[in-house]
């Protein structure tokens, strides 16, 4: 099974070697990625260019922000089943492909955990996101994937479509909840770390922004699954943090019970 990988890039120089690094480094031999990047400014290109692997696909064009680009990805992937994968993100092991194509051979969707950490080098954990089992009602009780580590069949993306450009910072919510909630995949969770999220992306920075994504994703939720004005989840959603999103002490108490 062909897996791709997209990253949208813009002016990334600072950590997109690494991110690079860490796909190359994949045991999984049927691989691509693809770099859509925004006509970036720096020396991005020169970078992605350094690598010369024929596993590497880029595309340099303006765009009008990351899900323009992501979305880019989805009409280019050559593969038998797509994922992202942030321009200042990186996997977390060398097995995390292989790991999500054994998956996809009995599922349609599979999704796993992600760790936050302040940058790629000494990898200082910030917070765990927990990715959780999926249910039928998960997205009105306040639930949501990782996007990082969300991958799915050619089919899949082929049926739910683009990302709604409308959603400013939770496009991806968005296109996840649709590929789920709106659909009877097979989905499965692995219960493993795929990626390593460097904190202070566009969904990390403040409580405007925090409290915007929350009024996108009742947005979503309003328009597919025909929720009220204000619905649990928009209340929940903080809740679950404390079950998703868990600090490196409660990892560390939970390991030695």
Request: aromatic share 10%.
């Amino acid at each position: 099974m062909k897996i791709s990988v997209i990253t949208a890039s813009y002016n990334s120089q600072a950590t997109i070697g690494a991110t690079i690094e860490s796909f190359l480094a994949q045991t999984h031999p049927d691989k691509e990625m693809l770099v859509v990047d925004g006509a970036s400014k720096d020396t991005t290109l020169k970078i992605v260019e350094s690598f010369g692997s024929s596993d590497i696909r880029v595309i340099s064009e303006p765009d009008k922000g990351v899900y323009d680009a992501m979305n880019k990805g989805l009409h280019l992937f050559k593969g038998d089943a797509i994922g992202f994968l942030n321009s200042d993100d990186t996997f977390h092991n060398d097995s995390a492909l292989a790991a999500i194509a054994a998956a996809l051979e009995q599922a349609d969707v599979v999704y796993g955990d992600l760790d936050m950490v302040t940058d790629h080098q000494s990898k200082t954990l910030v917070r765990a996101w927990r990715g959780g089992h999926y249910g039928r009602y998960s997205f009105q009780l306040g639930w949501v994937p990782p996007h990082p580590t969300f991958y799915m069949r050619r089919q899949v993306a082929e049926t739910v479509g683009d990302y709604d450009l409308s959603y400013i910072t939770t496009a991806d919510y968005d296109y996840m909840l649709r590929a789920l909630a709106l659909n009877d995949y097979r989905v499965a969770y692995l219960q493993r770390v795929i990626a390593d999220f460097q904190m202070g992306g566009i969904s990390t920075r403040g409580w405007r922004v925090t409290l915007r994504a929350n009024l996108e994703c009742l947005r979503s939720r309003r328009q597919h699954l025909n929720a009220p004005v204000v619905d649990a989840a928009f209340f929940l959603r903080f809740a679950r943090r404390i079950f998703q999103l868990r600090s490196p002490a409660s990892l560390k108490m939970q390991r030695s019970r």
